[in-house]
Protein backbone atom coordinates (compact mmCIF):
# COMPACT_ATOMS: atom_id res chain seq x y z
CA UNK A 1 0.00 0.00 0.00
CA UNK A 2 1.71 3.17 -1.23
CA UNK A 3 2.40 6.00 1.48
CA UNK A 4 0.88 9.29 1.52
CA UNK A 5 4.10 10.90 0.36
CA UNK A 6 4.24 8.10 -2.52
CA UNK A 7 0.84 9.32 -3.66
CA UNK A 8 1.41 12.94 -3.58
CA UNK A 9 4.63 12.02 -5.45
CA UNK A 10 2.55 9.75 -8.19
CA UNK A 11 0.09 12.41 -8.90
CA UNK A 12 2.40 15.04 -9.21
CA UNK A 13 4.35 13.21 -11.75
CA UNK A 14 1.31 12.93 -13.62
CA UNK A 15 -0.02 15.94 -13.01
CA UNK A 16 3.32 18.37 -13.88
CA UNK A 17 2.98 18.30 -17.76
CA UNK A 18 0.19 20.47 -17.66
CA UNK A 19 -0.14 21.79 -14.48
CA UNK A 20 0.36 25.32 -15.23
CA UNK A 21 -2.57 25.23 -17.27
CA UNK A 22 -5.55 22.68 -15.98
CA UNK A 23 -7.62 22.69 -12.94
CA UNK A 24 -5.44 20.84 -11.07
CA UNK A 25 -3.12 23.71 -10.56
CA UNK A 26 -5.94 26.31 -10.81
CA UNK A 27 -6.14 26.67 -7.02
CA UNK A 28 -2.03 27.23 -6.46
CA UNK A 29 -2.13 30.36 -9.11
CA UNK A 30 -4.77 31.16 -7.66
CA UNK A 31 -2.47 32.06 -4.86
CA UNK A 32 0.27 33.41 -6.64
CA UNK A 33 -0.55 36.73 -6.82
CA UNK A 34 -1.63 36.97 -2.88
CA UNK A 35 2.00 35.28 -2.25
CA UNK A 36 4.09 37.62 -4.77
CA UNK A 37 2.01 40.45 -3.06
CA UNK A 38 3.04 39.39 0.69
CA UNK A 39 6.56 38.64 -0.12
CA UNK A 40 6.63 42.11 -2.30
CA UNK A 41 6.48 43.76 1.03
CA UNK A 42 9.31 41.69 3.35
CA UNK A 43 12.74 42.71 2.74
CA UNK A 44 14.78 39.87 1.64
CA UNK A 45 17.84 38.31 -0.60
CA UNK A 46 17.45 34.19 -0.23
CA UNK A 47 14.21 31.99 -0.58
CA UNK A 48 13.56 28.54 -0.36
CA UNK A 49 10.02 27.33 -2.19
CA UNK A 50 8.75 24.59 0.05
CA UNK A 51 6.90 22.05 -2.50
CA UNK A 52 8.01 24.20 -5.37
CA UNK A 53 6.28 22.36 -8.48
CA UNK A 54 6.61 23.91 -11.66
CA UNK A 55 8.28 26.71 -10.19
CA UNK A 56 6.52 29.12 -11.25
CA UNK A 57 6.62 31.27 -8.58
CA UNK A 58 10.02 31.29 -8.46
CA UNK A 59 10.38 32.46 -11.73
CA UNK A 60 8.22 35.38 -11.33
CA UNK A 61 9.83 36.68 -7.95
CA UNK A 62 13.13 36.14 -10.03
CA UNK A 63 11.51 38.51 -12.88
CA UNK A 64 10.93 41.14 -10.52
CA UNK A 65 14.51 40.84 -8.94
CA UNK A 66 17.08 38.68 -10.85
CA UNK A 67 19.69 39.04 -7.92
CA UNK A 68 17.63 36.91 -5.31
CA UNK A 69 19.40 33.75 -4.14
CA UNK A 70 16.48 31.11 -4.93
CA UNK A 71 15.76 27.44 -4.34
CA UNK A 72 13.10 25.12 -4.35
CA UNK A 73 12.30 21.51 -3.38
CA UNK A 74 9.85 19.39 -4.71
CA UNK A 75 9.64 15.43 -3.86
CA UNK A 76 7.90 15.13 -7.45
CA UNK A 77 10.44 14.58 -10.55
CA UNK A 78 8.05 15.40 -12.59
CA UNK A 79 7.51 18.90 -11.70
CA UNK A 80 10.99 19.76 -10.97
CA UNK A 81 11.91 18.32 -14.38
CA UNK A 82 9.35 21.32 -15.81
CA UNK A 83 10.94 23.90 -13.29
CA UNK A 84 14.37 23.14 -14.62
CA UNK A 85 12.65 23.79 -17.87
CA UNK A 86 12.04 27.76 -17.42
CA UNK A 87 13.84 28.58 -14.76
CA UNK A 88 18.18 29.49 -15.42
CA UNK A 89 21.02 27.48 -13.25
CA UNK A 90 20.96 30.04 -10.88
CA UNK A 91 17.92 28.80 -9.28
CA UNK A 92 19.15 26.06 -7.27
CA UNK A 93 16.57 23.06 -7.52
CA UNK A 94 16.29 19.94 -4.94
CA UNK A 95 14.90 16.54 -5.06
CA UNK A 96 13.71 16.33 -1.36
CA UNK A 97 11.59 15.69 1.29
CA UNK A 98 10.24 18.99 3.35
CA UNK A 99 10.35 17.00 6.50
CA UNK A 100 14.29 16.60 6.13
CA UNK A 101 15.38 20.20 4.41
CA UNK A 102 19.24 19.95 2.91
CA UNK A 103 20.48 23.29 4.23
CA UNK A 104 22.10 23.98 6.94
CA UNK A 105 20.50 25.85 9.65
CA UNK A 106 19.45 29.83 9.49
CA UNK A 107 19.79 29.76 5.72
CA UNK A 108 17.11 31.86 4.20
CA UNK A 109 15.24 34.93 4.83
CA UNK A 110 11.98 33.56 3.75
CA UNK A 111 10.67 30.20 3.06
CA UNK A 112 7.20 29.63 1.86
CA UNK A 113 4.67 27.04 1.00
CA UNK A 114 2.38 27.56 -1.74
CA UNK A 115 -0.42 25.24 -1.51
CA UNK A 116 1.21 21.81 -0.53
CA UNK A 117 0.92 22.23 3.40
CA UNK A 118 -2.12 19.58 3.40
CA UNK A 119 -0.41 17.10 2.15
CA UNK A 120 1.85 16.71 4.63
CA UNK A 121 1.10 13.58 6.97
CA UNK A 122 3.35 15.34 10.07
CA UNK A 123 3.38 19.51 9.25
CA UNK A 124 4.94 19.77 12.93
CA UNK A 125 7.91 17.78 11.55
CA UNK A 126 8.20 20.52 8.38
CA UNK A 127 7.52 23.59 10.57
CA UNK A 128 10.59 22.14 12.83
CA UNK A 129 12.86 22.25 9.41
CA UNK A 130 11.27 25.94 8.66
CA UNK A 131 12.41 27.19 11.42
CA UNK A 132 15.54 25.05 11.43
CA UNK A 133 16.86 26.99 8.24
CA UNK A 134 15.06 30.60 8.42
CA UNK A 135 17.61 32.79 9.50
CA UNK A 136 16.66 34.64 12.98
CA UNK A 137 14.37 37.36 12.09
CA UNK A 138 13.75 34.99 8.93
CA UNK A 139 9.73 35.03 7.55
CA UNK A 140 7.54 31.72 6.85
CA UNK A 141 5.13 32.66 4.47
CA UNK A 142 2.29 29.94 3.90
CA UNK A 143 -0.65 29.65 1.91
CA UNK A 144 -3.27 26.59 1.09
CA UNK A 145 -6.63 25.76 0.76
CA UNK A 146 -9.59 26.38 3.57
CA UNK A 147 -13.05 25.74 3.20
CA UNK A 148 -15.91 27.13 6.42
CA UNK A 149 -16.63 24.33 8.89
CA UNK A 150 -18.85 22.01 7.14
CA UNK A 151 -17.29 21.85 3.89
CA UNK A 152 -13.63 21.28 5.73
CA UNK A 153 -15.40 18.37 7.97
CA UNK A 154 -16.90 16.83 4.85
CA UNK A 155 -13.73 17.03 2.82
CA UNK A 156 -11.87 16.16 5.58
CA UNK A 157 -13.60 12.99 5.95
CA UNK A 158 -13.24 11.94 1.88
CA UNK A 159 -9.52 13.10 2.10
CA UNK A 160 -8.40 9.40 4.46
CA UNK A 161 -9.65 8.04 0.87
CA UNK A 162 -7.46 10.08 -1.33
CA UNK A 163 -5.12 8.83 -4.46
CA UNK A 164 -3.55 12.40 -4.50
CA UNK A 165 -1.74 12.33 -1.02
CA UNK A 166 -4.06 14.62 0.27
CA UNK A 167 -3.86 14.67 4.37
CA UNK A 168 -6.06 17.75 5.90
CA UNK A 169 -7.74 20.99 5.24
CA UNK A 170 -7.18 22.93 8.69
CA UNK A 171 -9.02 25.84 10.20
CA UNK A 172 -7.62 29.32 11.20
CA UNK A 173 -7.65 27.86 14.94
CA UNK A 174 -5.72 25.06 13.76
CA UNK A 175 -3.02 26.56 11.53
CA UNK A 176 -2.36 29.51 13.96
CA UNK A 177 -1.84 26.86 16.80
CA UNK A 178 0.76 24.79 14.51
CA UNK A 179 2.54 27.56 13.39
CA UNK A 180 2.71 29.23 16.97
CA UNK A 181 4.56 26.50 18.57
CA UNK A 182 7.54 27.18 16.26
CA UNK A 183 6.98 31.47 15.09
CA UNK A 184 5.48 34.27 16.94
CA UNK A 185 3.54 37.28 15.01
CA UNK A 186 1.76 34.54 13.47
CA UNK A 187 -0.81 35.59 11.44
CA UNK A 188 -3.63 34.20 9.57
CA UNK A 189 -6.34 35.38 6.61
CA UNK A 190 -9.13 34.01 4.95
CA UNK A 191 -8.49 34.19 0.87
CA UNK A 192 -11.57 34.14 -1.50
CA UNK A 193 -13.79 31.10 -0.67
CA UNK A 194 -11.50 28.45 -0.65
CA UNK A 195 -7.94 29.57 0.19
CA UNK A 196 -5.94 30.77 3.49
CA UNK A 197 -2.47 32.96 3.60
CA UNK A 198 -0.71 32.69 6.97
CA UNK A 199 2.61 34.06 8.46
CA UNK A 200 5.10 33.70 11.07
CA UNK A 201 8.41 35.30 12.19
CA UNK A 202 11.60 33.34 13.64
Known amino acids: MKTIKEKSKTAFDQQAATYDQDV???HARSLYPILLNKLSHIPFQSALDLGCGTGELLKRILQADSRKALYGIDLSE???AVAKSKLPEQVKL????????PFPDGT???VYCNDSFHHYPAPQNVLREV????KSGGTFLLGDCWH???GRVIMNCFMRYSKEGDVKIYSEAEMVALL????HDVSWEQVGN???VAMGQK
Not at 94 to 101: A, I, K, Q, R
Not at 131 to 134: A, F
Not at 180 to 183: D, E, P, R
Open 180 to 183: SAYF
Open 78 to 80: GML
Open 148 to 150: PFV
Open 131 to 134: HRVL
Open 194 to 196: TAC
Open 94 to 101: FLGDSELL
Open 24 to 26: KGQ
Open 108 to 110: FDV
